[in-house]
């Protein structure tokens, strides 16, 4: 059966475009705001970033972003409080990503609970590793919340399709060796790989990390489902670009799933 999020990423029949934004940049009160504009523009879900003290996976301007959220307060429950007050009017799916440390000190259960209560479809935690999913997965699934796993230029096939075969949402296919930020080009292999992911995966399988602007996602959108695009949205909004970003998601229309 079809999750909330995968629904999404497919009904519309073209390729998904999925923003990344940091709770808390730019105020709390501005979350609101910003999703629905990016909601507006035609994202098809939108990637929810919780700041967190040791980011290792985050680039320097996911990492700039966290420091100003975290420098005005902003907290797991802060934000979950936050767009509990606003769920009605948001139609696409949001996913959290959070590293564990907050989920843990927060508490599984309450977490799985609380994110349900605000609407939240689906979490991204880029330090979970496969072998230890269990402690959390009953409480996500208990609530309807998907996992989104993760999968890199070096995940060897076998992991690939373990991970394929428990998919739920779509999977996030890492399209570069090291941390999120803009890049030049991508890896010659990026090609091969984003095809074996799909290969093995019932569901749409996303490309992220690195992709800055149309030309790139158009680039990627060849071998895959969609693109998650996230230092370059958190540019432009810091700049107050806002015709960049209605640009930017609306490369994703008229562009044909398969
Ligand atoms: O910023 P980029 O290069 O466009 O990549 C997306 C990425 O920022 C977002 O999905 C993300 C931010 N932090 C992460 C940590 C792990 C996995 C993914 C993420």
Do not use: W
């Not at 990637?47 to 290792?56: A, W």
């Not at 009605?88 to 590293?99: D, G, H, N, Q, V």
């Not at 158009?218 to 960049?244: H, K, P, T």
């Amino acid at each position: 059966m079809m999750d909330r999020i995968q629904k999404a990423l497919t009904e519309k029949g073209k390729k998904a475009f999925v923003p990344y934004i940091m709770a808390g940049d730019g105020g709390l009160e501005s979350l609101k705001e910003k999703l629905l504009f990016l909601q507006e523009c035609g994202a098809d879900a939108v990637e929810i970033g919780i700041p967190f003290s040791d980011p290792v996976a985050d680039g320097p301007t996911i990492q700039k972003a966290g420091i100003r959220a975290l420098n005005n307060g902003t907290t797991l429950r802060k934000v979950l409080e936050k767009v509990q007050t606003f769920k009605a009017e948001i139609s696409i799916p949001l996913i959290l990503m959070t590293y564990l440390n907050p989920l843990v000190a927060y508490g599984i259960k309450k977490f799985a609970e609380d994110a349900a209560d605000a609407g939240i479809s689906g979490c991204i935690i880029p330090d979970l590793p496969l072998e230890e999913e269990d402690f959390i997965l009953p409480a996500l699934d208990e609530h309807e919340i998907s996992l989104i796993r993760l999968v890199t230029l070096t995940t060897p096939v076998e992991r690939i399709k373990e991970i394929g075969s428990r998919a739920t949402g779509f999977i996030y296919a890492v399209t570069v060796t090291g941390i999120t930020g803009a890049r030049n080009n991508f890896s010659e292999d990026l090609a091969a790989f984003l095809s074996s992911v799909k290969n093995v995966s019932q569901v749409p399988v996303l490309a992220g990390f690195g992709v800055s602007n149309a030309e790139q996602v158009r680039e990627v959108y060849q071998y895959c489902d969609g693109v998650i695009v996230g230092s370059r949205i958190i540019n432009l909004f810091e700049q107050e670009d806002l015709a960049g970003i209605k640009q930017l998601v609306s490369t994703a229309e008229g562009i044909s799933l398969t």
